[in-house]
């Protein structure tokens, strides 16, 4: 079952993007370029801004189509994943630290993205106006980063001050530069 809708999709985007028996064979060349890219960035032989200042500027000298096709892999080599020689929560460190409460999706060993940020302050900051507002502006630039980084439509977001929790989505409106 799982197969036959694999082979459907497959087919649906060779169709919609008019690639295969339906038009255009996919250059060669351009696929092994992107595909070496993303093994060698995943086998720690290349970093990840290496992988993006090859792929960008590919990006630029195609044609539409294949431009949006190198941009999506350049993005899938920032994403957040954990690494061995990388920090997983550095992209979430600004000048005032992490956030007090980070969900992250675990795919065996390693993080794959976050889902979910919180910050908290105790029951005696509730009439402290300029840190609650501190707070949902960092949950705010937290969010957006990860729905950005992974290609997600929204974030979830906490914010927790004494003993009121207040739920936060922040989701992409339209996709753009």
């Known amino acids: 079952m799982q197969r036959s809708i694999k082979i459907l999709?497959?087919?649906?985007?060779?169709?919609?993007?008019?690639?295969?028996?339906?038009?255009?064979?996919?250059?060669?060349?351009?696929?092994?370029?992107l595909k070496k890219a993303f093994t060698d960035v995943k086998n720690g032989n290349m970093t990840r801004l290496e992988a993006q200042c090859l792929l960008y500027p590919l990006a630029q000298d195609?044609?539409?189509?294949?431009?949006?096709?190198?941009?999506?892999?350049?993005?899938?080599?920032?994403?957040?994943?954990?690494?061995?020689?990388?920090?997983?929560a550095s992209a979430y460190v600004s000048a005032n630290g992490r956030p007090?409460?980070?969900?992250?999706?675990?795919?065996?060993?390693?993080?794959?993205?976050?889902?979910?940020?919180?910050e908290v302050q105790s029951i005696?900051?509730?009439?402290n106006n300029f840190m609650i507002s501190k707070d949902l502006i960092r949950l705010g630039l937290f969010s957006k980063e990860t729905v950005n980084d992974n290609n997600s439509r929204a974030c979830l977001t906490m914010q927790s001050v004494?003993?009121?929790?207040?739920?936060?989505i922040s989701?992409?409106?339209?996709d753009g530069i």
């Open 9 to 33: 999709l497959l087919d649906y985007v060779k169709k919609e993007f008019q690639f295969g028996k339906y038009g255009k064979v996919f250059d060669k060349d351009l696929f092994q370029e």
């Open 62 to 88: 195609s044609a539409p189509l294949y431009s949006k096709i190198i941009i999506s892999v350049a993005r899938l080599t920032s994403t957040n994943a954990m690494n061995e020689n990388e920090n997983y």
């Open 100 to 118: 007090d409460v980070m969900m992250s999706v675990s795919q065996g060993l390693r993080y794959s993205r976050n889902i979910d940020f919180a």
């Open 124 to 127: 005696q900051q509730r009439c």
């Open 162 to 168: 004494g003993l009121t929790t207040i739920f936060y």
């Open 171 to 174: 989701t992409l409106i339209a």
